[in-house]
Structure formats: C-alpha cells, structure tokens
C-alpha cells in the first residue's frame, strides 16, 4: 500500500522537509568546520530549520539536526580559536 505524500498537510511536508535539511546541514556543518566561515553557517540554518520542523512536529529527526549542528558550531569555533592561538 503506497501513501500519496500529496495527501499530506502541507506544513506537515514543510516540517518534515525541515527536519531532514537540518540534518543534512548537520553533517555538512561537521565536515565544513575546517573553515569556520562555511561549518558556522551551515550550523546556524541547521539550528534554524530543525527549531522550525519542531514547531509543527516533534520529531526525533528535527532533534538529531538540531544536536548535530550544535555540535558542528562548536567544531568551527573551537578551530576559529585554535587558528588564531596558534596560526602565523
């Protein structure tokens, strides 16, 4: 039995595309942290689409982006600093 994702409410599809970009923006944020310019941004739309997926639906995917970009700001920050510390 397939479901038509057409029969679905359409802040409903919105939340669930949100939630899956912010993932996605996530683990780009992660590999991206190297520099700081591009993982901080990414993170920062990660953070913003998954709180925006939470409004409608809370979903464990929306969490996960969330968390994982979180953790991809603070990877570019921490290696913001250490080039400043230590960079010629």
Do not use: Q
Not at 24 to 30: E, K, P, T
Not at 66 to 72: K, T, Y
């Amino acid at each position: 039995m397939e479901v038509d994702p057409n029969s679905f409410d359409p802040e409903l599809r919105f939340a669930r595309f949100y939630a899956v970009a912010s993932a996605a923006l996530g683990v780009i944020s992660l590999c991206a942290g190297i520099i700081p310019m591009c993982g901080s941004v990414a993170s920062i739309l990660g953070i913003v689409l998954g709180v925006l997926s939470l409004k409608t639906e809370r979903s464990k995917l929306a969490i996960a982006g969330i968390s994982i970009s979180v953790l991809g700001i603070l990877i570019s920050l921490i290696y913001f600093i250490i080039l400043i510390l230590f960079g010629e």
